[in-house]
């Protein structure tokens, strides 16, 4: 088969129709026949041959070339590919090592074996222009909402076609035990658009917290004019939800205008959701005030905030305990990854037999350091008092307000407090020297005698051990492992030490020891500022 000028005309209009029929352009078609016709004329003319196959637009013409580069006279290699200067000098004036000769030869005569490889590769070619095609239209739109129709379904999986091609709806993606029968017609969020050998792949949710979020978006007017904003959801698919919002606009109800006139904006959402209920709760900075709604229905009577281990303890009465951890947790785990922190639930009767043995506790501490009887110490707790440091260390007017308690009483309360802590502080230090400690450690200005003594007995026992040891391994934090957040103990947790205080000193210890150059971390604190976008 030859490209005559009878049917030039006719692969210009093959090339248009395939891209029509494609959604391509005809200009990857023809340059996949260029690609193919190329490969033709190597095999009749051999492989080490550089030839180039140039179709014209306009009137479907094949212009046939070969290829080749000027070399030195003495330097040529491959004959196919290269030519000399003398021999160039005769197709082209003036010829320069470097240059390309392009020379035209016959077009070829194809053969049934390699009109089947160039249709070959014709297909290959459309098939990635295709490919790119798909990818480009589908990436940007992950992260919304399209219809589908189902086609098949493939071990648990469902195939959706979506149009200019397939997507894959997963089995862990579907809501509960949702079925689906070929033609049905489904609304699904794009999760991910990957580019992958065998095409672009398009994954579909209908699990997916952002698609309750942009249900919503279609559904209410003021979330998608952004007068309303959907700050957090949190999902059990099929079952139940929360849902957080704001309005930026003090006229207009969030929660009212999610829910609708009768319902009728958020039922919509349900009925798309296989009946999955959802609990529309009005977003607030206060992250205690924002935990309480969202424990709704249940009543909280008091909530203590761990911002530091982001950690929240909540107390609702007795009778409202199983309301606000819900069927099987899941009120309590849904309002968890609604605002982002760890909830533990008490009653009240829980929290008082707490605050009644911290209570016990305390007051016992006072009874064996300080040499009082129960009702003395138990009036220290009452009035506050938590520590011996700080009986030993407060202004004696505050104890002084203590019934029963003059300016002499203080002075001795005092007296027996700072003695106690005294030789609780010889008997520390004399451990830890006993454990091998140097006095650099000792000497060093932030750590007292009991957390020198709790640093050697985790063998950190010179100023060298302790610039190495990392912020959270004194202080003690958090580590979410595989979804779960799990506790790391620092060595001086038990002293209160915050992550800021133990990092300060962390690095006057390196700048002690020549470490770190303090000029360094100014330059550093200043280039930041300088970074700060102004107010």
């Given at each position: 088969m030859a490209i005559t000028s009878a049917n030039q005309l006719e692969l210009l209009q093959t090339a248009e129709a395939v891209a029509r029929e494609k959604m391509i352009d005809p200009d990857l078609v023809i340059e996949a026949m260029e690609e193919s016709l190329a490969r033709a004329a190597k095999s009749r003319y051999g492989a080490e041959l550089d030839i180039n196959v140039k179709i014209d637009r306009k009137t479907g013409g094949a212009t046939f070339t070969r290829i080749r580069t000027v070399v030195e006279d003495d330097m040529v290699l491959n004959p196919s590919a290269e030519i000399?200067?003398?021999?160039?000098?005769?197709?082209?004036?003036?010829?320069?090592?470097?240059?390309?000769?392009?020379?035209?030869?016959?077009?070829?005569?194809?053969?049934?074996?390699?009109?089947?490889?160039?249709?070959?590769?014709?297909?290959?070619?459309?098939?990635?222009?295709?490919?790119?095609?798909?990818?480009?239209?589908?990436?940007?739109?992950?992260?919304?909402?399209?219809?589908?129709?189902?086609?098949?379904?493939?071990?648990?999986?469902?195939?959706?076609?979506?149009?200019?091609?397939?997507?894959?709806?997963?089995?862990?993606?579907?809501?509960?035990?949702?079925?689906?029968?070929?033609?049905?017609?489904?609304?699904?969020?794009?999760?991910?658009?990957?580019?992958?050998?065998?095409?672009?792949?398009?994954?579909?949710?209908?699990?997916?917290?952002?698609?309750?979020?942009?249900?919503?978006?279609?559904?209410?007017?003021?979330?998608?004019?952004?007068?309303?904003?959907?700050?957090?959801?949190?999902?059990?698919?099929?079952?139940?939800?929360?849902?957080?919002?704001?309005?930026?606009?003090?006229?207009?109800?969030?929660?009212?205008?999610?829910?609708?006139?009768?319902?009728?904006?958020?039922?919509?959402?349900?009925?798309?959701?296989?009946?999955?209920?959802?609990?529309?709760?009005?977003?607030?900075?206060?992250?205690?005030?924002?935990?309480?709604?969202?424990?709704?229905?249940?009543?909280?009577?008091?909530?203590?905030?761990?911002?530091?281990?982001?950690?929240?303890?909540?107390?609702?009465?007795?009778?409202?305990?199983?309301?606000?951890?819900?069927?099987?947790?899941?009120?309590?785990?849904?309002?968890?990854?609604?605002?982002?922190?760890?909830?533990?639930?008490?009653?009240?009767?829980?929290?008082?037999?707490?605050?009644?043995?911290?209570?016990?506790?305390?007051?016992?501490?006072?009874?064996?350091?300080?040499?009082?009887?129960?009702?003395?110490?138990?009036?220290?707790?009452?009035?506050?008092?938590?520590?011996?440091e700080e009986v030993a260390y407060v202004d004696p007017t505050e104890l002084m307000v203590i019934d029963g308690v003059d300016e002499d009483t203080a002075k001795e309360l005092q007296a027996r407090a700072k003695d106690f802590l005294n030789a609780r502080d010889i008997k520390a230090l004399e451990t830890a020297r006993a454990n091998g400690v140097e006095e650099s450690l000792v000497t060093f200005e932030g750590l007292t005698p009991q957390m020198v003594e709790a640093l050697s007995m985790d063998d950190v026992k010179t100023l060298e051990d302790f610039a190495t040891c990392a912020d959270w391994e004194l202080a003690g934090g958090w580590t979410t492992i595989n979804g779960e957040r799990v506790k790391d103990t620092g060595v001086l947790e038990k002293f209160e030490m915050s992550l800021a205080e133990a990092q300060n000193l962390v690095m006057t210890a390196r700048i002690q020891l020549g470490w770190v150059d303090p000029s360094d971390l100014v330059s550093d604190e200043v280039k930041a500022s300088d970074e700060l976008p102004e107010e």
């Open positions: 000399t200067i003398n021999q160039a000098s005769e197709l082209k004036e003036n010829p320069v090592v470097g240059d390309e000769i392009r020379d035209e030869i016959p077009p070829v005569e194809m053969g049934r074996i390699a009109a089947q490889a160039a249709k070959q590769v014709i297909l290959q070619k459309i098939r990635e222009a295709e490919r790119d095609v798909q990818y480009e239209e589908f990436k940007d739109r992950a992260g919304t909402i399209m219809n589908g129709v189902v086609k098949r379904e493939e071990y648990g999986n469902i195939i959706v076609d979506i149009g200019r091609g397939e997507a894959v709806l997963r089995r862990n993606e579907k809501i509960g035990r949702e079925s689906y029968r070929p033609n049905d017609r489904i609304r699904v969020y794009i999760k991910e658009v990957r580019r992958e050998a065998r095409g672009p792949q398009v994954f579909l949710s209908r699990t997916d917290n952002q698609f309750m979020a942009e249900l919503f978006k279609m559904e209410v007017p003021e979330i998608y004019e952004g007068i309303i904003d959907i700050k957090a959801v949190a999902r059990d698919p099929g079952s139940r939800a929360k849902i957080a919002v704001i309005s930026y606009d003090s006229s207009i109800d969030p929660v009212g205008a999610c829910v609708g006139m009768r319902g009728s904006r958020v039922q919509a959402v349900v009925n798309e959701l296989q009946g999955e209920k959802i609990d529309i709760i009005p977003w607030n900075e206060d992250q205690p005030t924002f935990l309480v709604n969202a424990l709704q229905p249940a009543e909280v009577t008091k909530v203590v905030l761990d911002e530091e281990a982001e950690r929240i303890e909540v107390v609702v009465p007795n009778e409202q305990l199983s309301l606000a951890i819900g069927r099987r947790g899941q009120n309590v785990r849904l309002a968890s990854q609604l605002t982002s922190l760890d909830i533990d639930i008490m009653t009240e009767e829980q929290e008082s037999t707490r605050r009644q043995a911290e209570f016990e506790e305390k007051t016992k501490l006072f009874i064996e350091t300080l040499d009082l009887d129960e009702f003395f110490a138990q009036l220290l707790v009452s009035e506050g008092f938590t520590s011996l």
